[in-house]
């Protein structure tokens, strides 16, 4: 372009657009929509961080009622039948599960020799397997906490299995998506019965679910007392598990 | 150097073995699965010096393994009131039932590793000193509760098994009564010295009637079998030789009898206090009549021996048999012989009706 038009340049109409003009206008015009979109995906952060900032906790259960499960490790005694009343309340197929109970062997402690510990999706208050999951098919309920599949969404790319500190979800061939503890919603809780099917099927009391908020509940009493030590399992990954551990 | 060597590569070998036997930490015992699995109980953790069998297994557990899961009250409620297991696990005599669950309890499908072997007794002495039985497990290869607690206590020493026992449906003789095990005839079968018999008198009976026994003036050849417990049981006292029996061929007179004959031939030679017997045999029967008395004597008897007319038709004691005339005709009693035939007939009155 001759130097001398350069300064009418902008009032007149141009005949033709250089390349040059048109290469910074596609700048600015990207630079702007990648402000927008990069802001957007921040606040797509922000807003989930805003429920349950990382490393931080609510002031009051969020969840009416927030239900939670106490199992006392010292009581059991890996007879399996949680296991046997989940499988036949929930249909779970033979290569997956929802519960299992880990045991360990400790040949040199003295008086009692082993150790078993029932574990199950522990209801993450901050769960990864939600962040995980590309398509939402799964995530947090919103009135109860409990951590549901959406199994009409669900892709089967198991990513949230793998995300899972806990191990526990598989996929489920009878249903075409992911699986894993609902804490009975589906079949037992959504119809009235206030227990879950695991917990009513212990012998000797280890599973005890309620609800956390309620002061009166027992797990409320079990959970809030300095007597016996209470833990949760993989504390470090930060994703705050409702599944609450303790002897005694 | 090449010996050196060898040495070097057996040692992997000789630890490999060594290991082999220390690491059997393979869980043996009763593997109960009922109402829980499982619970595994083994014998060996119970073996304290305090125990015996009979701690346990005299109400608390049945000798046969798995009985108590039958019961429908095997429960840890039970454990806690003090049944079964709870017996000791109160956590005074040991560790509490209701602490460490897991103590106990295995877990789901718990395997035992091999049978268990209880502890007993392999070879058990019956009775003391050279009298004693030695008793072996080995050679008795039922299940425990074929014997115990039912037979025997499981207890050494608790049960004492006498001579009267022997043949009597108790102890061993439930079995060693020569249908599901050999008789008990043969002492040395299961006495570890030969047993002799008593030595000693035997009184039959009391005072001076009493006819004194001796063991060592009776072997017969069949042994204590010819005469115990057939004839005489093993308890002393318990013989009551009646004076019928001397003609039924009953206790001694099994043997001690002529041919065809009665015992009655030589009192004295057991009853010391008879006198020798008289050649005509006992003294002279009165028998009142209502008319003139019969007298019989048997020395005009003599030459018959005594079976002929004892003890029929007439019975050894005094006065038991009846003597009726009709009868006599008829040919009972006397009348058997004295019949006109063998002797004067008993229509001849005054021969034996006289003053």
């Known amino acids: 372009m001759p130097k001398e038009q350069a300064p009418d340049r902008l009032l007149e109409k141009p005949e033709n657009i250089s390349e040059l003009d048109r290469r910074e206008f596609l700048k600015m015009g990207l630079w702007i929509t990648g402000a927008f979109a990069g802001g957007s995906i921040f606040s797509a952060v922000s807003a989930a961080a805003k429920v349950f900032p990382h490393d931080t906790y609510a002031a009051k259960y969020p969840y009416k009622p927030h239900y939670c499960m106490v199992i006392r490790v010292d009581r059991c005694i890996g007879c399996q039948l949680c296991m046997d009343a989940c499988v036949s309340v929930n249909d779970v197929p033979s290569y997956g599960w929802r519960t299992k109970i880990l045991e360990r062997q400790a040949p040199k402690a003295i008086g009692q020799k082993r150790e078993f510990v029932p574990v199950l999706c522990n209801q993450c208050n901050d769960p990864p397997c939600v962040r995980a999951c590309p398509v939402t098919a799964t995530y947090k309920d919103r009135k109860n906490g409990i951590v549901m599949m959406d199994n009409k969404k669900c892709i089967g790319c198991k990513i949230c299995m793998a995300a899972c500190p806990y191990d526990a979800r598989y996929y489920c061939e009878e249903k075409g998506a992911i699986d894993k503890c609902d804490f009975c919603f589906e079949t037992r809780l959504s119809r009235g019965i206030n227990n879950t099917a695991c917990s009513e099927a212990c012998p000797a009391d280890v599973r005890v679910f309620g609800d956390l908020s309620d002061p009166k509940d027992r797990v409320y009493k079990l959970v809030h007392q300095l007597q016996k030590p209470v833990w949760v399992l993989k504390k470090e990954t930060g994703a705050k598990p409702n599944i609450f551990y303790m002897k005694g | ?355």
């Open chain 2, 1 to 355: 150097m090449r010996n050196r060597l060898i040495f070097i590569f057996s040692l992997p070998f000789i630890f490999a073995g060594m290991s082999a036997v220390a690491a059997d930490g393979a869980t043996k015992g009763i593997l109960y699965t009922k109402p829980l699995e499982s619970v595994i109980f083994s014998h060996a953790s119970h073996a304290q010096k305090e125990f015996s069998c009979a701690t346990c297994h005299s109400g608390l557990f049945e000798m046969k393994a798995m009985e108590a899961q039958k019961n429908k009250d095997f429960i840890m409620d039970s454990l806690y009131k003090g049944k079964y297991c709870g017996a000791c696990h109160d956590g005074k005599k040991a560790f509490a039932a209701d602490t460490q669950c897991a103590r106990c309890h295995l877990g789901f499908g718990a395997k035992l590793a091999a049978e268990e072997v209880p502890l007993f007794k392999k070879n058990v002495k019956l009775g003391k000193s050279a009298k004693g039985v030695a008793f072996s497990h080995d050679k008795h290869p039922q299940s425990c509760h074929s014997c115990h607690p039912s037979l025997f206590v499981p207890k050494e020493g608790a049960d004492k098994v006498r001579m009267a026992d022997h043949g009597r449906d108790r102890y061993c003789f439930t079995c060693h009564d020569g249908e599901k095990a050999f008789a008990w005839g043969d002492c040395s079968r299961c006495h570890t010295e030969p047993v002799s018999a008593p030595g000693g008198v035997i009184n039959f009976g009391q005072g001076k009637k009493a006819v004194a026994f001796r063991h060592e003036t009776h072997k017969p050849k069949g042994g204590c079998k010819e005469c115990h417990p057939k004839l005489f049981s093993f308890t002393k006292g318990a013989a009551k030789i009646d004076f019928d029996d001397h003609l039924r061929q009953k206790s001694c007179f099994v043997c001690h009898t002529k041919k065809n004959a009665t015992a009655f031939y030589d009192c004295n030679r057991c009853h010391t206090d008879k006198k020798p017997p008289k050649l005509g045999g006992p003294d002279t029967l009165t028998y009142k009549t209502t008319m003139q008395n019969v007298y019989f004597h048997h020395e005009s008897h003599s030459e018959f021996a005594c079976n002929l007319c004892h003890p029929a038709p007439f019975a050894m004691k005094k006065g038991k048999t009846k003597m009726v005339m009709a009868e006599m005709f008829k040919g009972k009693t006397c009348g058997l012989c004295h019949n006109g035939k063998m002797a004067f007939h008993v229509r001849q009155c005054a021969r034996c009706h006289k003053q």
